[in-house]
């Protein structure tokens, strides 16, 4: 798998997005979100980990980059499912749900 380090973004070939540890540190909390790189817990190694609950979660301000780039992405595969539903279907779906997750998750419509 090809990946492209962005500074604080990872961006996998899939057009995913996974925070960098020095993006993690500099944030300064754990979000409880089982980060591929947290630097806070080590959540994989423990059985027993849960997440804090939603209360006590700090939310941060998301870059405005990167919302335009969630909502780029979105159309981009939502116009390929509508071009060509029989090619990369699944891959596509599953790109349209993740990037509807995100935004849905930053709080954008």
């Given at each position: ?20 540890r020095?993006?993690?540190?500099r ?6 979100s ?66 509807r ?9």
């Amino acid at each position: 798998m090809t990946t492209y380090n962005t500074g604080d973004w990872i961006v996998t070939e899939e057009g995913l997005y996974i925070a960098t540890r020095d993006f993690l540190i500099r944030r300064g909390y754990c979000c409880a979100s089982r980060c591929r790189n947290c630097p806070y817990i080590n959540w994989r190694e423990d059985p027993t980990w849960k997440p804090i609950p939603a209360e006590h979660v700090r939310r941060m301000r998301v870059a405005p980059r990167s919302l335009a780039a969630a909502r780029f992405l979105l159309k981009q595969h939502e116009a390929a499912l509508a071009r060509d539903p029989e090619t990369s279907i699944n891959y596509h779906q599953r790109m349209v749900a993740h990037y509807r997750g995100l935004l849905e998750h930053w709080q954008e419509r």
